[in-house]
């Protein structure tokens, strides 16, 4: 049975079968029940096909909900916050209607939406349909559970003054850098591993993994199990440190996922691409994913820290059944992760003005901000200029093919005056032409999909900064609270220097990771760049070669 | 005050300012004065800009009409006519709804609609927007004059029995033909002028001008009069074997195309350019005017018969007022025009069988009906891709600059992380695309504007093929005719004798005709193709170069 929803996410389709949507824009859905985390059904302009079904929020009447309303009543009211003047929360109801919801704009008073650390930081704004099977049941609501809130200042549990945060779903308090810099996390006699800052010429910098790799994804396969009735992807998994291939599905590369935003606080963990589509794009929808979970590998690798993750390792190298299963569950068990994971970083002794360090994040905020609009406007480009190329383009240069070749055939029906030369050459730069139409239609396959699968990871990571800008921003307010409180009396001077010191590691850690994130960018967008421009390079001296070939045809006339 | 009106013929629009309309469209008109032949207007889609006045027709209610009705009833029921079985007489009314009208649909039982042999032979058919006055003001219907009738067989003037036509206007009788065939028309003692056709190894042909010559048409300058109340162009006309330039305003071009339409029987005189567009797009028109002006010109002086008119040597080299004036004179009293212009024309011996060049002319007729349709296409494939290339492929890709100095922009926001290399690569590669944008839009200028020159000449010589096979189809009605009553002994064999030897002239000269057509297209295509392939080649060459250069500021990085 169809029904009503409403696009909670703009969402551009990329590939054939997929249809846009716009953000508020209704639709109808033709079955509820989604296959593989994607509805069928149609937009307001009367386009069928598939999207995704985390993008869209079925509408029921109210009188038919069935779901329990986790009341939380906005916090603004009941205390003041330690950065905004106004808190208030933002979390998707049935009539969730916020016209212009905005991580950018809403960068101060934020407060995340998620249920679960596990999940992604940002469903959907960031063209990303996460994997959630709660998101993927539109009966399942997407809501904040309802969490045990203290009440600030009075609820410390070491003695300490400094207020808690109200807004226990803003991303400072989940990640547990609200905890950490407020010294609420004990220091642990054993720290197995740690991740290490040093001072590079532009400021923190991640150490490198001393044992750099890279790594391979090929040959995406179809599987069957139970005698065929499910069918999955295994992908060859080649790390080139050890050379052996291990084979992984998605639901690995969803695993893994999943335990990095679990640990990794101030660290952009790159959304995975899209799960799967039906039917018969089937092909094109795998060989897309392929590519991307390959920059998505890419980028892993490239990460100091991420690189060196002992259940990423565990994910490359275990090729055995049982022992995959004892490192799923020894990395589940990791207790290293979140406000702990803090504890591992080991940052340099150089002083840094905290003063300084807020500026140099407004700068990359503002940075970003503008680089993701960027990045979605050359996303939205580009995706048009595919679908010209697969449309107008091609039909223009047909057009003008059959049209030649009419008057090639014209030409032929008085006998005397055949000129079959002449005949010829117009007839051949009539097919010269509707080749250069199928040129421009497969010629995205050799560009713009790789510009595409490239600007959709920064899409991804870009998505993830303004919850660690936030972390940043957080820390800075407690250790203003702090020192005022200890100005005033109120707190021991060494607490409030052991909150200043903590917040250093936070800004420290956000600084290493925007300076990677400025590293890779550079190296990635050079290389976007060239390999666009000797594509189109080529792309045109092939149509000049059919060209000159076909004009060749007129010379022996 | 806007009228509404009704779109006669389909006109694509080719410059800035027209709106394309439809046949049978709805319009409406803001001011129902044209001026200089084009109405201001809306179109059914809401389109608003002019289009000519010669292809729509003002609608007005039954009982505003003021304009006689010279009622002609349907020949088909006083009397059968000579070679068809229905003859039905076309000509527009106010309530004229012909749906299908269409010239070589209606070949045989053709009536052409002119009132007067001056004026062309397919007025709008063709894309050809007709000077006449009369259609230019919408108040003045264009219908054919109350003419005198002369009922069949019983009005022979010589005695012949063989029938006229009982259709006045059909271009058989009108063009003086049927009268040349059927003898009406005396041999003069002294004709000054004579133009011969040989037998070519594939047919008749007109005998080469023997003293050929090209005519270049340069510089229009636009002149004024009357202390700048009126203003005009005036052209440079320099012929090849004087080299001495003479001005010539369009209307000068005006009188000699209607001298040549009035003399040349047989022969398919191009129509000229359109007149003039006004206001803020004068520039492009004047530009696109002298264009197909020199298209023009070259068929003329290309032409074995036209080439060698005295009128024409007149218009060439004339460059005294008072002579001209004389000149003119002198052409205007020429006799030997329509009928007696087939008088001048001398035949080979060589016996062609009447049936045999039926075929011909049959097999011409249907290679000059698709070469039509054909050229028809290719217009239009010709003028969407002007469109697109000034439009959608325009600004594809100067979005596609756009995002990438946005890009560009971006990645300044952070001075720590500017590295400005690669943002002004990045930027100069949105300029290169923004560029490669322009390129497009200018593209046509070079290419497509030249072919849609030609095209819009070959739609010209096309559309007087069916009245000019009509001749010859008439011609050979009149010889079975007045064979059968030779048979019968209703007429002398030497009558019958005489019919079939004028036939044979005019079809010497209709085979003459076409093949000076094939042998002209022939060129003409060949030359289109090169040149258009040429240009293809070298724009996409010069967007490689553009890309090749973008490309290396990426390898210094």
């Known amino acids: 049975m169809s029904v009503k929803a409403k696009a909670l996410y703009t969402f551009l389709s990329e590939n054939n079968g997929e249809i846009s949507i716009q953000e508020n824009e209704e639709l109808i859905i033709f079955d509820e029940n989604s296959v593989d985390g994607w509805f069928q059904g149609e937009n307001s302009r009367g386009e069928r096909g598939i999207f995704p079904a985390s993008y869209v929020e079925i509408i029921r009447s109210r009188s038919n909900s069935n779901v329990t309303d986790c009341s939380i009543s906005p916090a603004g009211s009941l205390g003041k916050d330690f950065s905004?003047?106004?808190?208030?929360?933002?979390?998707?109801?049935?009539?969730?209607?916020?016209?212009?919801?905005?991580?950018?704009?809403?960068?101060?008073?934020?407060?995340?939406?998620?249920?679960?650390?596990?999940?992604?930081?940002?469903?959907?704004?960031?063209?990303?349909?996460?994997?959630?099977?709660?998101?993927?049941?539109?009966?399942?609501?997407?809501?904040?559970?309802?969490?045990?809130?203290?009440?600030?200042?009075?609820?410390?549990?070491?003695?300490?003054?400094?207020?808690?945060?109200?807004?226990?779903?803003?991303?400072f308090v989940r990640s547990g850098v609200?905890?950490?810099?407020?010294?609420?996390?004990?220091?642990?006699?054993?720290?197995?591993?740690?991740?290490?800052?040093?001072?590079?010429?532009?400021?923190?910098?991640?150490?490198?993994?001393?044992?750099?790799?890279?790594?391979?994804?090929?040959?995406?396969?179809?599987?069957?199990?139970?005698?065929?009735?499910?069918?999955?992807?295994?992908?060859?998994v080649t790390p080139s440190h050890t050379g052996r291939p291990v084979y992984r599905r998605y639901k690995h590369f969803d695993w893994l996922y999943n335990r990095l935003l679990h640990k990794f606080t101030v660290i952009s963990v790159p959304h995975l691409p899209e799960k799967q589509a039906t039917g018969r794009f089937e092909e094109d929808f795998i060989e897309k994913r392929k590519r991307r979970l390959i920059l998505w590998m890419n980028h892993m690798t490239s990460h100091p820290v991420l690189s060196q993750y002992?259940?990423?390792?565990?994910?490359?190298?275990?090729?055995?059944?049982?022992?995959?299963?004892?490192?799923?569950?020894?990395?589940e068990k990791d207790e290293m992760v979140g406000a702990h994971f803090m504890l591992t970083l080991q940052i340099p002794k150089e002083h840094q003005d905290l003063q300084d360090v807020e500026e140099r994040v407004d700068n990359f905020k503002a940075f970003a901000r503008k680089m993701d609009d960027s990045v979605m406007q050359l996303t939205h480009v580009a995706s048009e200029l595919v679908r010209k190329h697969l449309g107008g383009f091609r039909k223009e240069f047909q057009r003008l093919g059959n049209a030649f070749q009419s008057i090639s055939h014209a030409f032929t029906l008085d006998p005397p005056y055949r000129s079959d030369g002449l005949n010829n050459a117009i007839s051949?730069?009539?097919?010269?032409?509707?080749?250069?139409?199928?040129?421009?239609?497969?010629?995205?396959?050799?560009?713009?999909?790789?510009?595409?699968?490239?600007?959709?990871?920064?899409?991804g990571l870009l998505a993830n900064f303004p919850d660690i800008i936030h972390l940043q921003k957080g820390a800075f307010a407690k250790v203003k609270e702090s020192q005022r409180m200890s100005d005033e009396g109120k707190m021991d001077q060494e607490e409030a220097d052991g909150i200043r010191k903590r917040c250093r590691t936070v800004g420290f850690a956000l600084q290493a990771e925007m300076s990677h994130f400025h590293q890779q960018r550079e190296v990635d967008f050079k290389d976007m760049m060239q390999a666009y421009l000797r594509e189109q390079i080529a792309f045109y001296q092939r149509v000049v070669q059919q060209l000159e070939r076909t004009l060749r045809m007129y010379d022996c006339l």
Request: with cysteine.
């Open 310 to 331: 002992e259940g990423f390792e565990h994910f490359l190298m275990c090729a055995d059944d049982k022992q995959w299963k004892l490192g799923k569950r020894r990395a």
């Open 178 to 236: 609200e905890a950490f810099v407020l010294g609420d996390v004990p220091m642990m006699a054993k720290i197995a591993e740690t991740y290490s800052i040093d001072m590079g010429p532009l400021g923190p910098r991640w150490k490198e993994n001393p044992k750099p790799f890279s790594c391979s994804i090929e040959d995406p396969t179809k599987q069957t199990k139970f005698k065929g009735i499910k069918t999955y992807i295994s992908y060859r």
């Open 428 to 459: 051949h730069t009539g097919r010269t032409y509707e080749n250069i139409g199928e040129m421009f239609a497969e010629q995205p396959k050799y560009d713009l999909f790789h510009m595409l699968d490239k600007l959709s990871l920064y899409q």
């Open 84 to 171: 905004t003047p106004n808190t208030s929360l933002h979390y998707p109801q049935n009539d969730y209607d916020d016209d212009d919801y905005d991580d950018w704009d809403d960068w101060d008073d934020r407060s995340t939406v998620v249920d679960d650390a596990d999940h992604t930081r940002n469903p959907g704004a960031n063209g990303h349909a996460p994997e959630n099977p709660m998101t993927n049941n539109p009966n399942v609501h997407y809501r904040p559970k309802p969490a045990s809130r203290q009440d600030s200042i009075t609820s410390s549990r070491k003695g300490s003054m400094v207020g808690r945060n109200l807004n226990r779903f803003s991303s």
